[in-house]
């Protein structure tokens, strides 16, 4: 039988969603030395979670402070919003919830 190549790890987080990450990142800040593996099925890290999502920035400002100085290309600030009601044959935007 032939020989594996094997990689080790002190921990492995399965998922790179957005607690498998915050996980990962947090736990690297607190302990530098250890060796955190993330495991994800998509083809390369976030790329099932940022595609076309809009998130709430405070959350990732609190974990990594810096990370608005070099924002990567798909980040794209938030200047209005809409809600709009669908129903029978109306569609009318509800003025209640907009913000301009």
């Not at 990689?7 to 492995?12: A, R, T």
């Not at 990450?21 to 979670?49: W, Y």
Request: hydrophobic content about 40%; overall charge negative; some cysteine.
């Amino acid at each position: 039988m032939s020989e594996r190549e094997t990689m080790e790890y002190d921990v492995i987080t399965v998922g790179a969603g957005p607690a498998g990450l915050a996980f990962a990142i947090r736990l690297k800040q607190l302990k530098p030395d250890m060796n955190i593996c993330v495991i994800e099925k998509a083809s390369t890290i976030g790329a099932q979670i940022l595609s076309g999502a809009v998130i709430e920035p405070e959350p990732l400002n609190e974990l990594l402070p810096e990370w608005g100085a070099n924002p990567p290309p798909i980040c794209i600030p938030v200047t209005k919003d809409e809600f709009w009601w669908l129903r029978d044959h109306e569609r009318r935007p509800d003025r209640r919830s907009c913000r301009r």
